[in-house]
């Protein structure tokens, strides 16, 4: 059964950047859209956006300029990176495997604090 | 970009209740729509794919049916399990858009 763990601070401060991992076993990273996807506590899950095993991405117009993501197919991890972040990015961070119909497997999410 | 929208945002129902749930793209989106649930305090988890097909385990109580931009998500005969709120994701495009969510009660 595959399983996703994510890992990382649970505090950022403003304007600093947010860097969470997310390691994938059960499966291999090398097929699917690994997807990062938020939610802020009491309210619904947004879409970060995707990394494929190849690299390529496709991140939310709304976050784009300040997302990035990678990918480590020998680690069978994937990351993501929040630059400037604001308490406006308090958010519950769940990393999943979306199969093309939508995500299968989920993380059990990281609580991201912004604070100073 | 596509936007989802959900009705009602709440709904309160007896044991037993069919209920339904509507979600409307703001473009056609073929059949490439997914409903996750999402219990108190839980991770939200896959209950149906393309708009009809049930994924793994998932209750027969369930059941999903649309396409273009009109969906709905059913509950023939709500269970107390069910309380959870409900999202629709569309996966139409390269990106991924979620419904603001319908959070299911039992009266």
């Known amino acids: 059964q595959m399983q996703l763990q994510e890992s990382g601070p649970g505090l950022a401060k403003p304007s600093e950047t947010l860097s969470l991992t997310c390691t994938v076993s059960?499966?291999?990273?090398?097929?699917?859209?690994w997807t990062w996807i938020r939610q802020p506590p009491g309210k619904g899950p947004e879409w970060i956006g995707y990394?494929?095993?190849?690299?390529?991405?496709n991140f939310n117009p709304s976050l784009k300029s300040r997302v990035s993501m990678s990918i480590d197919t020998s680690k069978n991890q994937f990351s993501l990176n929040v630059s400037s972040v604001t308490a406006a990015d308090t958010a519950f961070y769940y990393c999943a495997r979306d199969w093309g119909a939508g995500c299968d497997h989920w993380g059990q999410g990281i609580l991201v604090t912004v604070s100073s | 970009d596509i936007q989802m929208t959900q009705s009602p945002s709440s709904l309160s129902a007896s044991v037993g209740d069919r209920v339904t749930i509507t979600c409307r793209a703001s473009q056609g989106i073929h059949h490439f729509l997914a409903w996750y649930q999402q219990k108190p305090g839980r991770v939200p988890k896959l209950l149906i794919y393309a708009a009809s097909t049930l994924h793994s385990g998932v209750p027969s109580r369930f059941s999903g049916s649309g396409s273009g931009t009109d969906f709905t998500l059913i509950i023939s005969s709500l269970q107390p399990d069910d309380v959870a709120t409900y999202y629709c994701?569309?996966?139409?495009?390269?990106?991924?858009?979620f419904g603001q969510g319908t959070k299911v009660e039992v009266k």
């Open positions: 990394i494929f095993y190849n690299g390529a991405t």
């Open positions: 059960g499966g291999s990273v090398s097929s699917s859209y």
């Open positions: 994701q569309t996966y139409n495009s390269v990106l991924r858009t």
